[in-house]
């Protein structure tokens, strides 16, 4: 497993960006995909981004297509997710997570590990 911490959330308004990054420590981090979730109070954890262990394939729920890029740098053992043009539903707590799997999966339940999450909120 590998230990990791989100950070760069923060207040912002409508319209506005946000880099999220997330630092792993631990072994053997270029070895797994990686995602970003996110959880709104009284909602259920969903899929945001994700991406495999090269960096060459990423995927993204429908809603922030066009508008956040996940992007890793495996010499750096950090996964990031750029979010441009916010919107209000995209406040949350957001969530840094990684999986041994073969391809990038979207349900929480093939993460192995976590980080703590980062509140983004955004006004509008």
């Known amino acids: 497993q590998v230990q990791l911490v989100e950070s760069g959330g923060g207040l912002v308004q409508a319209g506005d960006s946000l880099k999220l990054s997330c630092t792993a420590s631990?072994?053997?981090?270029?070895?797994?995909?990686m995602a970003w979730f996110r959880q709104a109070p009284g909602k259920e954890r969903k899929f945001v981004a994700g991406?495999?262990?090269?960096?060459?394939?990423?995927d993204y729920e429908d809603s922030v297509k066009g508008r956040f890029t996940i992007s890793r740098n495996n010499t750096k053992n950090a996964v990031y997710l750029q979010m441009n043009s916010l919107k209000t539903e995209d406040a949350a707590v957001y969530y840094c997570?990684?999986?041994?799997?073969?391809?990038?999966?979207?349900?929480?339940?093939?993460?192995?590990?976590w980080g703590q999450g980062t509140q983004v909120t955004v006004s509008s």
């Open positions: 991406i495999n262990w090269t960096g060459g394939r990423t």
């Open positions: 631990g072994s053997f981090f270029s070895s797994y995909n």
């Open positions: 997570a990684a999986a041994n799997t073969i391809i990038v999966r979207p349900s929480p339940s093939d993460y192995d590990s």
